[in-house]
């Protein structure tokens, strides 16, 4: 596989429910990021990770968990969430530091989340 | 912070003719202005991009200008085709890092056959 790849692609799940969302970037990359796009939103920074340290949590609720085993997968742990957290929610990497152009970010398709 | 400002949420032209989407930010320190393309049902991707150290930037039929000063910035897409219908996203940031930019609020442009 290439790129970057998000797991579920659609995702149903009760305000009580724990459900996780899976990403994984094949490009090599030292940095991941969780973004929120809502309907007629801009695209919202959820958080960063750079080799495998979080450098950005972006005021995001604790109902929403992220977690960077290592730098090729990110994980977003969702726990009592609300109908208003349905989005999509995108997964990206990039290569900063001297080999990387600096800013540009690949993205997954996204996972589709629908809140009860 | 940064705040991005888009505009028009929406756009049409006619095939052939040429879209122009603009964008004001608002941090001065901002050093790096990137335009994604979100086609139906995909992530955005990277179409072109510009650094403060430059006015203007051209790919084939794409091109962006920006304008320090003033704190804007456009894209330009002449002789438009049908797979340029998406939804367009600018950005911006200072470069530092990990990126950390914020999106402007995107326009669905539709170009009409």
């Known amino acids: 596989e290439t790129g970057v790849t998000q797991t579920p692609r659609h995702l149903v799940m009760g305000m009580t429910n724990k459900k996780s969302l899976k990403c994984e970037q094949h490009?090599?990359?030292?940095?991941m990021y969780w973004y929120k796009q809502s309907a007629k939103k801009p695209l919202e920074l959820m958080f960063v990770?750079?080799?495998?340290?979080?450098?950005e949590n972006n005021s995001v609720p604790s109902r929403f968990s992220p977690e960077c085993p290592n730098s090729s997968h990110l994980f977003l742990h969702l726990h009592t969430l609300q109908p208003e957290d349905s989005a999509l929610y995108l997964c990206?990497?990039?290569?900063?530091?001297?080999?990387?152009?600096?800013?540009?970010?690949?993205f997954g398709e996204g996972s589709r989340l629908t809140v009860l | 912070g940064e705040n991005v400002e888009q505009h028009p949420s929406t756009l049409s032209v006619q095939e052939g003719d040429s879209a122009v989407i603009k964008c004001t930010y608002s941090?001065?320190?901002?050093?790096?202005f990137p335009w994604y393309k979100q086609e139906l049902g995909k992530g955005p991707q990277l179409i072109i991009d510009?650094?403060?150290?430059?006015g203007e930037k051209k790919d084939q039929r794409i091109a962006v200008t920006l304008n320090k000063t003033a704190k804007h910035f456009s894209l330009h897409i002449t002789e438009t085709q049908p797979e340029d219908s998406a939804v367009y996203f600018c950005a911006a940031t200072r470069i530092q890092g990990a990126q950390k930019l914020v999106f402007g609020q995107g326009t669905r442009l539709t170009i009409n056959p």
């Open positions: 990206a990497s990039s290569q900063e530091g001297p080999r990387g152009r600096g800013g540009e970010l690949f």
């Open positions: 990770y750079s080799l495998e340290e979080r450098v």
């Open positions: 941090d001065s320190a901002s050093n790096y």
């Open positions: 510009i650094r403060s150290n430059v």
């Open positions: 490009l090599g990359h030292n940095a």
